[in-house]
């Protein structure tokens, strides 16, 4: 009989000789009956449901929603836009206005028309065309000013990089503050049918899998073979509830949202890189104390 050791060994196996490769085991109510097994995949192909035996868990639906943190970059780029930069923008549209002539003329032509007629030149399309020219030559003037302005005062490098850093802190913020995003980052809602991280593959498939166990749940083992990422999975809906970027928040939300009674044990073995290493283990706190055990393989 496979026993859940053994599918971990191979799994592990399989993440060793491919680095693209997560893998990974749950077993149920510490029986080896009851064993699923679940693999990641790229999200421009097929999704991999899970398996139980010879069964093919069936996946629910998980409409994918916008990236967050390309959301939150661009608010925070267009809050902190450079006034320089602001002001040449302003006078590059105003630009355009006048030249696809958008522009309002009527006011200020019926002016220069009735100065005209004092002098006995009564030509109206000859006002519009004095004064539309007059108003680009305008415009095209203060946008050249403002370009000035801009080459002088913002350096688009060090501007980047400052609004890229304070998009991060606010996004990192964001991720440890709650297992779900404020409103304005929860749509719209995309259709998913592709693939995705090994733990999205699993989430997706819980129902499935509750469905299939003869007897009460009580206890998961979940073997994984790297640790869960912070914040590279998409984030998606699944039912009524919002599952945040990244695949440690996912794990949060589902355990939260499970029947209390289950006692979760997560195993992992290769780790992530620094940063990413420690940003994963500060989602931790999303976790029921109470209900869930961490473990890393081998040490």
């Known amino acids: 009989m496979t026993t859940f050791s053994d599918l971990c ?5 399989k993440a060793q000789h491919d680095s693209n490769h997560v893998g990974g ?20 192909t097929a999704a991999s449901p899970p398996t139980m035996g010879e069964t093919v868990l069936q996946l629910d639906p998980a409409p994918r929603i916008p ?5 939150l970059k661009k608010e925070v780029e267009d809050t902190y836009e450079h006034p320089a930069k602001r002001e040449h923008r302003y006078w590059e549209t105003m630009v355009e206005i006048a030249e696809s002539g ?44 403002a370009a000035q302005e801009m080459e002088k005062r913002y350096d688009p490098v060090a501007h980047s990089k400052m609004t890229s850093g304070i998009a991060e802190e606010q996004y990192i913020a964001l991720q440890k503050r709650s297992l779900t995003y404020p409103h304005e980052y929860a749509s719209p809602r995309v259709e998913n049918t592709a693939g995705g991280h090994a733990e999205e593959n699993f989430i ?19 073997y994984i073979t790297r640790m869960p990422c912070p914040d590279v999975s998409s984030g998606f809906w699944l039912g009524a509830h919002l599952y945040n970027e990244g695949c440690m928040g996912k794990l949060a939300k589902l355990i939260t949202t499970a029947d ?9 073995s290769q780790t992530l890189n620094g940063a990413d290493q420690a940003f994963s283990q500060s989602l931790s706190r999303h976790f029921p104390e109470d209900r869930v055990t961490f473990l890393v393989h081998g040490a």
């Open 102 to 145: 958008r522009m309002s003329y009527e006011h200020e032509a019926l002016i220069l028309h009735r100065e005209r007629l004092r002098y006995g030149l009564d030509n109206y399309e000859g006002a519009v065309k004095k004064i539309k020219e007059q108003q680009l030559a305008n415009v095209k003037g203060k946008r050249a000013i």
């Open 260 to 268: 209390e009674a289950i006692r979760w044990q997560i195993t992992y």
């Open 67 to 71: 990236s967050v943190r390309a959301t």
């Open 25 to 44: 085991v749950c077993r149920v109510n510490q029986n080896d009956s009851y064993l699923v097994t679940f693999h990641n995949n790229g999200y421009d």
């Open 9 to 13: 060994t191979a799994e592990l196996s």
């Open 204 to 222: 997706r498939a819980w129902s499935a899998l509750c469905m299939h166990i003869p007897e009460k749940i009580t206890n998961i083992e979940l």
